[in-house]
């Protein structure tokens, strides 16, 4: 399997924008905070942070942060979608 390409912090703000809005999506899981907490982290200049302790990651998958997942988002809502078709009625 190929390792997927990384995004180091600090992150641009156009970047910030497409991780957060990765980060508020339904459709995938978000990165959490690993203290316990749990807490959805929220993108910033020096890496994602942790709303409720000090705890911050400096990277992000590279289709994160320039946004390429809402494609697969797409993607997948369409599939979904289809297959939801398929079971009516």
């Avoid at 990384?6 to 957060?20: E, G, L, M």
Wanted: proline share 6%; glycine share 8%.
């Amino acid at each position: 399997m190929p390792m997927q390409t990384t995004v180091d912090a600090p992150f641009q703000p156009d970047q910030i924008d497409a991780i957060n809005a990765y980060q508020q999506s339904r459709r995938f899981h978000p990165f959490t905070c690993q203290t316990g907490d749990r807490g959805v982290l929220a993108a910033t200049t020096q890496g994602l942070v942790c709303p409720y302790c000090d705890y911050t990651q400096t990277w992000v998958y590279a289709w994160m942060a320039d946004g390429t997942w809402q494609a697969m988002e797409t993607t997948g809502a369409a599939l979904k979608d289809k297959g939801d078709a398929g079971n009516q009625g």
